[in-house]
Structures are given as C-alpha cells and as structure tokens.
C-alpha cells in the first residue's frame, strides 16, 4: 500500500480536530502502521499532545519557504512507529507569507512528495488549523482525502457544506482532482442525551457512509490526556475514549485497504 496523505481538518474550533489526529495517530501506529503526524496547526496542540517541544526552526515553516528538506524536521514521539513533524509560533505568519509565493497552494505539496517517495511512512496525517486558509488549502492540495471531526451538536453540519464547496473548487481548478473527503467521524458524543443521538441520526442520514461507524465519547480522560504530552492508549489504555479510537484506526486502516 503507498503511502496515503490524511489531512484531518474542521473550519470550526473545538470539534476534537487535535485529539483525533493525536490519538489516531497513535492507534494506527500500535496497530503496525508507520505513521507521520504533521502539525500544521500554530497553536501547536498536537506538539504537545505528544510531548514535544514547539523550538523555534523546527516545523515546516521554513521548508514551505524554500529553506532545507521536510524529512530534516522529522522527530521521535514516545510512540513506537509514530513521527511527527512539530509546529512553532512562527507558522502564524504563513498566511500571509504563502499568499505571496508562487504556486501558493501546492507548497505543502511539493514539501512532502520527497517524504512520500521515501515510502518509510504508511499513513501521514496532518493537522489543520481550525480555519480555511492557505495553510489548510495547501493540505488539502497535498492529501489524497479529509477526515472531517463533527462535534455532536446541532451546528454540526453547518461547515459541512462549504467544506464540500471548497474541495469542488480545489477538484475543478485541477489543483488536486481526486480529493474527497476521506471519512467523517462524530465525537464529544454523549449517549446519554437525546441532543447527541438526534445528530447522529441527522448527519448519518445526510451523509450516509461518509461518517464512521465508530463515534468518540466524551470523557474526562480524553481531555486530560494531552495535559500529560501522551495520547489516550498511553495515558489510559483501558478507557471508553482509548477503546473508541482503536476501533476508529481499525475503521482507518479497513478504508485506506479497500482504496488501495
């Protein structure tokens, strides 16, 4: 299987955008997969999520600049078979940098084709940030899907739609002409409320199998787990949240197999 590139991405903050591309990450890895997370995130959650360190020069700000390799930012993470590309305060300001570069939206693209080619990574994932700017655009130029996190509340499915516009642009204007999105899965659920049942009837209703059989609880350890630099399996390996991502990088891994 080649190499396949994840850019998990919601416009919307606070939808468990980081949590998912920290603790999938993780769990693909523990499943054999050699994983490469990159965060492309300024706020650099997913860096320590991981236990790394945000060190000014050491994200992929630089590369997208022209300066040095993407694989000279590669980085151990205290999972075995699991790498990470970290983030820094300065990928603020690449914004306002790309938009003045030529091919603008294919940076990130041209940064990871050597990393790709190496094939020394089943899976990369990258974390967006949680908006649609250049930053995110060039990873969804780069990827070959989105994994789109919806939290579990009636305002779930309102970027839904201009999602999907904005992959159609991207698809029309040549500039990635297979990119779909890849899966959609449901998290914070609560089973417990009729609120979280309902929108989860709602979005599998609209977006049939589209959205993941598995849905990611809300728990207490979920959110304490990225204070500790340790994804859930690491941090608490027998807990409702650790069991929902394991059996969300099977439903992974089963999807990426049957697109081979």
């Given at each position: 299987?080649?190499?396949?590139?994840?850019?998990?991405?919601?416009?919307?903050?606070?939808?468990?955008?980081?949590?998912?591309?920290?603790?999938?990450?993780?769990?693909?890895?523990?499943?054999?997969?050699?994983?490469?997370?990159?965060?492309?995130?300024?706020?650099?959650?997913?860096?320590?999520?991981?236990?790394?360190?945000?060190?000014?020069?050491?994200?992929?700000?630089?590369?997208?600049?022209?300066?040095?390799?993407?694989?000279?930012?590669?980085?151990?993470?205290?999972?075995?078979?699991?790498?990470?590309?970290?983030?820094?305060?300065?990928?603020?300001?690449?914004?306002?940098e790309l938009a003045r570069m030529d091919q603008h939206l294919q940076r990130l693209k041209m940064c990871l084709e050597p990393v790709v080619a190496l094939a020394k990574h089943d899976v990369v994932l990258i974390d967006c940030p949680?908006?649609?700017?250049?930053?995110?655009?060039?990873?969804?130029?780069?990827?070959?899907?989105?994994?789109?996190?919806?939290?579990?509340?009636?305002?779930?499915?309102?970027?839904?739609?201009?999602?999907?516009?904005?992959?159609?642009q991207l698809r029309e204007a040549g500039v990635n002409p297979l990119l779909d999105i890849f899966g959609v899965v449901m998290t914070m659920f609560d089973g417990r409320t009729k609120l979280s049942n309902e929108v989860l009837g709602?979005?599998?209703?609209?977006?049939?199998?589209?959205?993941?059989?598995?849905?990611?609880?809300?728990?207490?350890?979920?959110?304490?787990?990225?204070?500790?630099?340790?994804?859930?399996?690491?941090?608490?390996?027998?807990?409702?949240?650790?069991?929902?991502?394991?059996?969300?990088?099977?439903?992974?891994?089963?999807?990426?197999?049957?697109?081979?």
């Amino acid at each position: 299987m080649r190499t396949r590139v994840i850019a998990v991405a919601n416009q919307k903050g606070g939808v468990g955008k980081t949590t998912t591309a920290v603790n999938l990450s993780a769990c693909l890895a523990a499943l054999g997969q050699r994983v490469l997370l990159l965060d492309l995130d300024p706020q650099g959650n997913a860096t320590s999520g991981l236990g790394l360190e945000k060190v000014e020069g050491g994200s992929v700000y630089r590369v997208l600049a022209g300066e040095g390799l993407l694989h000279e930012k590669i980085k151990t993470t205290c999972c075995e078979r699991l790498e990470m590309i970290p983030s820094e305060v300065d990928l603020c300001g690449a914004d306002v940098e790309l938009a003045r570069m030529d091919q603008h939206l294919q940076r990130l693209k041209m940064c990871l084709e050597p990393v790709v080619a190496l094939a020394k990574h089943d899976v990369v994932l990258i974390d967006c940030p949680p908006s649609l700017g250049i930053l995110t655009l060039n990873a969804f130029t780069a990827c070959d899907g989105v994994l789109v996190p919806l939290q579990c509340e009636y305002y779930a499915l309102e970027g839904i739609s201009m999602m999907n516009r904005v992959l159609g642009q991207l698809r029309e204007a040549g500039v990635n002409p297979l990119l779909d999105i890849f899966g959609v899965v449901m998290t914070m659920f609560d089973g417990r409320t009729k609120l979280s049942n309902e929108v989860l009837g709602e979005v599998r209703t609209l977006l049939g199998n589209k959205v993941f059989e598995t849905v990611i609880p809300r728990t207490t350890r979920l959110a304490e787990a990225p204070s500790f630099g340790k994804p859930i399996i690491q941090y608490d390996k027998y807990s409702a949240g650790a069991a929902a991502y394991e059996l969300l990088a099977q439903e992974t891994l089963d999807r990426l197999q049957d697109a081979a």
